[in-house]
């Protein structure tokens, strides 16, 4: 099964600075997910990663998939309190005709003022 | 734009009682998604439905089943409840566009707490 590995667990920043989380996977991407989740809350979709060295930018966040498509980065510029949050990568498992997520183990962020 | 909705958004049970989760999908998306969120764990595939037919089962109890309804909306219908189903149950849809792979979009989730 594929196992998807998220560093840091945790991470203070003080708003304005940079981040970078990151995703490792067990076997090859083929489609690599960010999403965001307030305690408690729903998954938010950020962005979707699918060819090797590809990467993706949305406002003030950044997605890159390495080249080999087993690591992804999830960059943050310029943090700010809406930041916060939990971030998941999940990885698309994709048998037959089916699709399903298998998310990594989510870097809780705190952004302070 | 229309999200996943999800009922109820709170669900406080007893042990051995039967709970039963709905989930009505973004419009025209045809492949629905539960899955199971413990504290502090990351959410766990339990299964999927594509266009009203079960397409992956993942780690779902027998005690569990699901059903996708002609309009598309979900049920997860869970029996004899236990203390450890306590959790956050969200449902997630996509619109399967070609060769199988696409965004799945999560709705706000259940939180089922069981006393």
């Known amino acids: 099964s594929q196992e998807l590995e998220q560093s840091p667990q945790s991470l203070i920043v003080q708003e304005g600075k940079n981040l970078t989380i990151n995703c490792t996977s067990s076997?090859?991407?083929?489609?690599l997910y960010w999403y965001k989740q307030k305690y408690g809350e729903g998954l938010i979709f950020l962005m979707m990663l699918q060819k090797g060295g590809e990467e993706k930018s949305h406002e003030k966040i950044t997605a890159k998939l390495d080249e080999k498509k087993q690591q992804s980065s999830l960059h943050i510029t310029a943090s700010q309190p809406s930041h916060a949050g939990i971030y998941l990568c999940g990885a698309d498992v994709v048998t037959g005709t089916a699709s399903k997520l298998t998310f990594g183990t989510g870097t809780r962020l705190q952004v302070t003022l | 734009a229309a999200g996943v909705i999800q009922s109820p958004r709170h669900l406080i049970k007893e042990k051995r009682e039967t709970a039963t989760l709905k989930c009505y999908p973004i419009p025209r998306h045809d492949t629905v998604y539960w899955y199971q969120q413990g504290p502090g764990q990351d959410p766990q595939f339990l299964i999927s439905?594509?266009?009203?037919?079960?397409?992956d089962k993942g780690s779902i109890p027998d005690r569990f089943s699901a059903q996708q309804f002609s309009d598309y909306h979900s049920e997860l219908n869970m029996s004899s409840l236990e203390l450890g189903d306590s959790a956050l149950y969200f449902c997630?849809?996509?619109?399967?566009?070609?060769?199988?792979?696409?965004?799945?979009?999560f709705g706000p989730g259940t939180r089922l707490t069981v006393l």
């Open positions: 076997k090859t991407l083929y489609g």
């Open positions: 439905f594509y266009e009203k037919m079960q397409s």
């Open positions: 997630a849809s996509s619109l399967r566009i070609g060769g199988g792979r696409a965004t799945q979009y």
